[in-house]
């Protein structure tokens, strides 16, 4: 995965959790494509019936993914974040001990800070925030569709809901808010995976609206993976107990969100000082400076939480004058990804078992590393003509 993860003791007591030795040993040599199980069995050195077995076997635990049925069946092994992490916690059932992996997972994510700084530092943003539409009323231009929630679920072919991975943490460490749990909303092809295994139930359109409408009465904010067509999952999130939000208010604004494309301000003329937008705001991104409401506009992620409970109307949206790049799609997001952190051999040159790809993945990610070089290779333009190049030689 480009971003990777922060090597430590408690990495590898999770890991221990989801991996036997053998399965570990097998994902390492894993490629970074979708393969078949003909493909496997051929690195795997195992046949292709052994191969499938092992592979759907890592799938029920969700440690792989897979897309498509019989010899077309083809699997990727699946990230940590955004990944096996959370789906162990969004699980219909038991398989894992879940208070055991809370545990683990808070001690990672919200003490051993490194693997939270690891995060913050991507290029481009790791997620991003929908603004709530009912916030957006003095907005006299057009709202784009990639910031309109309604119109991601509309197009969406499936949908499914899971627990809330941060809430249910924080539940086993008894420090859970009361915010509804059943909110991790996943589409198309990723829930029609956790959905085949167990881990969320499929819903229809309108359960969905309905979700998000629970999820805005309780003032959570919709943040999703940062891409413009088809993300792949959307969380609704409180400012105590989510991850993302948490390692926001603690470091600051960093690579973890890409704030909405809209931003809060307060006219003070009618301001009364109430403070509602002060306790709403789940970043922490307003307070009082000489008797006035004041919106730190480097920290506000442009929710329009705080414009939407106003009572005087006073706070409001407007359109946010430097806005942070969105990729188009997923595959543009991990490229880019690739390129900031170095590792564009490592897609380039995925066969982990031959000594020659080990060579030509260093030399690719030493070229790449001069910055002049990466630099270019990230401009938003120069990335797509990579990509449709390499799409077109296969």
Known sequence: MPQGVFNSKTLYEILKVFFTDEE???????????????????????????????????????????EG???????FLSYPVMGFFEFSLMRLDNMFDKKKLSELFYKYMNLEN????????LYPHFARVYPRADALKDITTEVVHYEKIEKMIADSFCIA????????KME?????????????????T????????????EISKEEALKIVKKAIDHDLVQIA???????????????????????????????????????????NETCIVCGTCIRKCPVNAISIKKGKVVVDRKICIGCGICARHCPTGSCRMEERPKKGYIP???????????VSTGKVGNFLFDDQTSHLHAILRNIVNWALGFYPIKKILLIPSVIKLALKALNKNG
């Open 69 to 75: 049925k019989g010899d077309a069946r083809k699997y």
């Open 225 to 267: 993976d940062n891409v413009k067509q088809s993300p792949a999952m959307v969380c609704n999130c409180c400012g105590c107990c989510c991850d993302v939000l948490l390692a926001y208010k603690k470091f600051g604004p960093n690579a973890l969100i890409n704030p909405s494309h809209y931003i809060a301000r307060v006219h």
């Open 114 to 121: 490194e693997f939270v700084k690891n995060y913050s530092k």
């Open 190 to 201: 990723i829930a029609r995976h956790l959905v085949e295994q167990g881990i969320a139930r």
């Open 161 to 168: 809901v899971g627990t809330c991975f941060c809430r249910h």
């Open 24 to 66: 570990a040993k097998l994902c390492s040599v894993m490629p970074l494509h979708l393969s078949t199980a003909r493909e496997m069995a051929k690195i795997w050195g195992k046949s292709k019936e052994e191969a499938r077995d092992i592979l759907e076997k890592l799938a029920n635990k969700s440690l792989v993914y897979a």
């Open 328 to 338: 188009e799609q997923t595959i543009e997001r991990v490229a880019m990804l690739a």
């Open 172 to 188: 086993h460490m008894g420090m859970a808010c009361d915010a509804p749990q059943e909110t991790c909303l996943t589409f198309d």
